[in-house]
């Protein structure tokens, strides 16, 4: 089994930026997939961003291009989502997840894990 924790979530004016974390625990993460989701109010789980098993290759949603950054740590088995410029329309819980494969999925059924998620609230 695998814990995940997410942290760092919070209340900003549009502009400024968060860094959220994920922790893993339980097994290593090395050859897996991380990834970022998101959720607000009323909509569909969307893919946010996503690091390759070994944090070679990352990719992002349209929306998260040019302001969002994610890394990972394997010798902490933490990931991080750096977000930068932050909008009203960025506002949702954010949920960080382990996949199965080591390559990043945009789907939601290809992360065989999830964190409980954090709330981020963007004020215009």
């Known amino acids: 089994q695998v814990q995940l924790v997410e942290s760092g979530g919070g209340l900003v004016q549009a502009g400024e930026s968060l860094r959220l974390s994920c922790a893993a625990s339980?097994?290593?993460?090395?050859?897996?997939?991380m990834a970022w989701f998101r959720q607000a109010p009323g909509k569909e789980r969307e893919f946010v961003a996503g690091s390759s098993w070994n944090g070679a290759m990352t990719y992002y949603a349209d929306s998260a291009k040019g302001r969002f950054t994610v890394s990972r740590d394997i010798s902490e088995n933490t990931v991080y989502l750096q977000m930068n410029v932050l909008n009203p329309d960025d506002t949702a819980v954010y949920y960080c997840?382990?996949?199965?494969?080591?390559?990043?999925?945009?789907?939601?059924?290809?992360?065989?894990?999830w964190g409980q998620g954090t709330q981020v609230t963007i004020s215009s």
């Open positions: 997840a382990a996949g199965r494969y080591s390559s990043v999925s945009r789907l939601v059924d290809d992360y065989a894990y």
């Open positions: 339980g097994r290593p993460l090395q050859g897996y997939a």
